[in-house]
């Protein structure tokens, strides 16, 4: 069982519950490297690390979609800089 941490404290499940909101506010949010990316900058406050917030998006997206966004952080950040240039 996956246990979500933000700034070392679990979170709690009304927290999950607003976690899931945001990213499921639009279906196809995280299908897209744009949406992902904007998910992931709306959720980072909420992690204690960037890592953190990326591993929770990639998830989600694995749930949704039956496979990773990014196979791993590093691909994730070269990814991230490549579009904010």
Known sequence: ????HANGQLIAEKGIIEL???????PNELKTSK???QSWFSL???????QDC???LN???H?????YKYLSFEDFKNAKKE???
Do not use: A, D, S
């Not at 899931?20 to 639009?26: A, C, D, G, L, T």
């Not at 980072?44 to 960037?50: D, G, I």
């Not at 749930?63 to 496979?67: E, S």
């Open 35 to 37: 949406g992902f990316f």
């Open 59 to 61: 998830l989600m997206h």
């Open 44 to 50: 980072l406050p909420r992690f204690k690390t960037q």
């Open 20 to 26: 899931q909101e945001i990213v499921h506010k639009n």
């Open 83 to 85: 579009w904010l240039n």
């Open 54 to 56: 990326f591993e929770y």
């Open 1 to 4: 069982m996956i246990q979500l």
């Open 63 to 67: 749930r949704k979609y039956r496979c």
